[in-house]
């Protein structure tokens, strides 16, 4: 897809491995007439073009035929002049400058929160509407979270042609992940309280933490030291407490991330959720384990019926031949797996249930979604 080495390692590290599940794949037809450049579509640019979340986002809007009228690919200054092919056109990478944005309807932030509030605002005051992946605006009041089957309404003041910039913020991977399976049953039965156990991949700490797995996993095979940069400890035959800092009631900010997205969502200030979050050796994709608790009763066959007909979801469920899904069979795919369907034997009725989410973190988790977000606006 790019050129160097380095954007070709990368793209091995977010090939997924051979599955045999059949879960919804992305549209990706070699033969088909491309129609996505086209002069009646937006100016778009890409912030972080070259990373993890950059480069997913350029295979999403390829596989998707999101109309473009222009593509600017952006990054720092050390990735500036880099080539890029994109939809067999080759892109210079440029550094990200203020005047990035002149002429540009629509700028998909991957670069970092530090890198959104100092660009964001500056893309917004130029015209552009900005989706972004970082944490940095998500909790603004003024600014739309938003998981397009879940709340598309949030963003329905939005649109390109309306004259002015505005801001859409992208919800954290975990969150999005546990919300695309546990909202339509939160529809059914109202969720009252959720908890969440997490196992997330190295892909969701971005490129340089895939390439460290990697490395670390081959460095203590061959019975050496591993190299610790990007994680404080031996990632590689290990799993360890996320690494986002702590606060002062415990949680890490992870955690806090889908407690209070959670509650902004579902426009619920109510609804008690807690969570733990782990990082597990796994290359690419966020599993989850989501106990339920709801205001009405929910039924473990009600609930299997409800999920097989969600958007975007796909129930993998077999007790017979111990079946369920894993990060691996939804890596590199649209939909986010579940299964592990049961009701919580410690909650008296029908009123719990037990769920195992997989999704694949740097697709629905960031960029498949944030360019979904984007179709929204077209
Ligand atoms: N990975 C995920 O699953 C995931 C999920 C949801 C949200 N996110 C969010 O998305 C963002 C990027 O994550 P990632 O995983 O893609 O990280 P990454 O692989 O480390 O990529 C970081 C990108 O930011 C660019 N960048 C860094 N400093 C810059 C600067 N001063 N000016 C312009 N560009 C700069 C980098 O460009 P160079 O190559 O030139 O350094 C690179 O393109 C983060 O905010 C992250 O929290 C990530």
Redesign the pocket.
Known sequence: MQSSAYAHRLHSLLSPSPSRTQIRNPTRNPTRIRMSLRDDGPSVAI????????QEFLSVLSDRDFPYRSIKL???????GKVQTFEDRSYK?E??TAESFDGVDIAL?????S??KEFGPIAVEKGSVVVD???AFRMDPGVPLVIPEVNPEAMGHIGLGKGKGALIA?P??STIICLMAATPLHRYAKVLRMVVSTYQAA??????AMEELELQTREVLDGKEPTCKIFKQQYAFNLFSHNAPVLSNGYNEEEMKLVKETQKIWNDKDVKVTATCIRVPVMRAHAESVNLQFEKPLDEDTARQILNGAAGVVVIDDRVSNSFPTPLQVSNKDDVAVGRIRQDLSQDGNYGLDIFVCGD??RK??ALNAVQIAEKLL
């Open positions: 912030v972080g073009a070259t990373g993890a979340v950059g952006l990054a720092s200054r050390r990735s500036a990478i550094e990200l932030f991957s670069a970092g929160g890198i959104s992946n970082s944490s992208n954290n991977c892909s969701g700490a971005g490129a340089a973190q740097i988790g960031a």
